[in-house]
């Protein structure tokens, strides 16, 4: 069983410019988050995508967007990056878009602004 | 959201248990409480979750109040991998059924 991948591993970019960044979910599961994680803070949730459509989004602006592909991996697209936009993007797969799944985690693609 | 108090920090030796607590007075009657855990330099790692009962599994046992005010993540016997992050969510209606992080408790495991 293959588990969640991200691509690519670090990132740099600058400001203004735009970045995407990919995600593998783990066989069988047709549901991703994503979500930034900031040095030295928990993760936060930016958006899911559920079978192809998103379903649910975080406190994050349009720039933030996002793709799932029919074999369920995922993009997350930046657009006018800025400064703060500096941190470690997770993406995370599951086999339900519920309350109790268990969600598995990639190693994270590490971004930074300059 | 529905939030959740946890320690910064806290620190244990290597083979002995531990105990994790985490506090969520406002917590409603469908938020499922969830552990997670993030190792350094890693993406975080599911431990456990439960709803009303106490729960086991292979990793730690999650103990959780009667009044589900208060709840506590236990790992029977620490090792040095297990330091890392530990994260105590609640997931419900109120955080529209996602994952909504805190910043955790640290855990330090000494030798």
């Known amino acids: 069983e293959t588990g969640v991948t991200q691509s690519p591993t670090h990132l740099i970019k600058t400001r203004g410019q735009q970045v995407t960044l990919r995600c593998s979910s783990q066989?069988?599961?047709?549901?991703v988050s994503w979500y930034q994680q900031a040095l030295g803070q928990g993760p936060q949730f930016i958006f899911q995508?559920?079978?192809?459509?998103?379903?649910g989004r975080g406190n994050f602006p349009p720039r933030f967007s996002g793709l799932q592909f029919p074999n369920y991996s995922s993009e997350l697209n930046v657009n006018a990056l800025e400064l703060d936009d500096s941190a470690l993007y997770l993406c995370a797969s599951s086999s339900l878009a519920g309350v109790a799944d268990t969600q598995y985690f990639g190693p994270g693609t590490r971004l930074t602004v300059l | 959201d529905a939030k959740t108090t946890q320690p910064n920090s806290m620190e244990s030796n290597e083979e002995e248990p531990v105990h994790l607590p985490c506090n969520h007075s406002t917590i409603s009657g469908t938020d499922y409480i969830h552990w997670y855990r993030q190792l350094p330099s890693q993406g975080p790692e599911y431990v456990i979750h439960g709803l009303t009962s106490n729960v086991n599994n292979r990793m730690a046992s999650l103990a959780i109040a009667e009044d589900r005010k208060s709840s506590t993540l236990i790992l029977h016997r620490a090792t040095l991998r297990d330091a890392a992050v530990y994260y105590c969510?609640?997931?419900?209606?109120?955080?529209?059924?996602?994952?909504?992080w805190g910043a955790g408790t640290k855990l330090i495991i000494k030798p």
């Open positions: 995508y559920y079978r192809e459509e998103e379903n």
């Open positions: 969510i609640l997931r419900g209606q109120a955080s529209n059924y996602q994952l909504i």
């Open positions: 066989s069988g599961h047709n549901t």
